[in-house]
């Protein structure tokens, strides 16, 4: 059993800075890419950022100069620091981790539940 479990999410108001986590748990050999999406109502989910097993990072262009993904691999945990908050970045945000289970050769897509990020202006 892998599961992802996120938490930060919450009320925050505009220019204000919200630190999201997710830590991945069981039978885990390896994580590979790991990344945030997020969902706003009555939009298309969208990637918010990545980084792969290298610490390499790619931004979406809204959250550029804004955010920033890490990673600490001892805790199997994936951050999101985002800074300057605006309503617009009003959204669910979804973690996901692509991971080799214990006893198997390939990788698998994980996602977290969600957590809301609320901005108010």
């Known amino acids: 059993q892998v599961q992802l479990v996120e938490s930060g999410g919450g009320l925050v108001q505009a220019g204000g800075s919200v630190r999201l986590s997710c830590a991945a748990s069981g039978s885990i050999l390896s994580i590979n890419d790991m990344g945030w999406y997020r969902q706003a109502p009555g939009k298309q989910r969208e990637l918010v950022a990545t980084?792969?097993?290298?610490?390499?990072?790619n931004y979406a262009d809204p959250v550029k100069g804004r955010f920033t993904i890490s990673r600490d691999n001892a805790k199997n945990t994936v951050y999101l620091q985002m800074n300057s908050l605006k309503p617009e970045d009003t959204a669910v945000y979804y973690c996901?981790?692509?991971?080799?289970?214990?006893?198997?050769?390939?990788?698998?897509?994980?996602w977290g539940q969600g957590t809301q990020v609320t901005v108010s202006s």
């Open positions: 980084i792969d097993s290298g610490a390499g990072t």
């Open positions: 996901y981790a692509g991971i080799q289970k214990n006893g198997l050769n390939y990788y698998l897509g994980y």
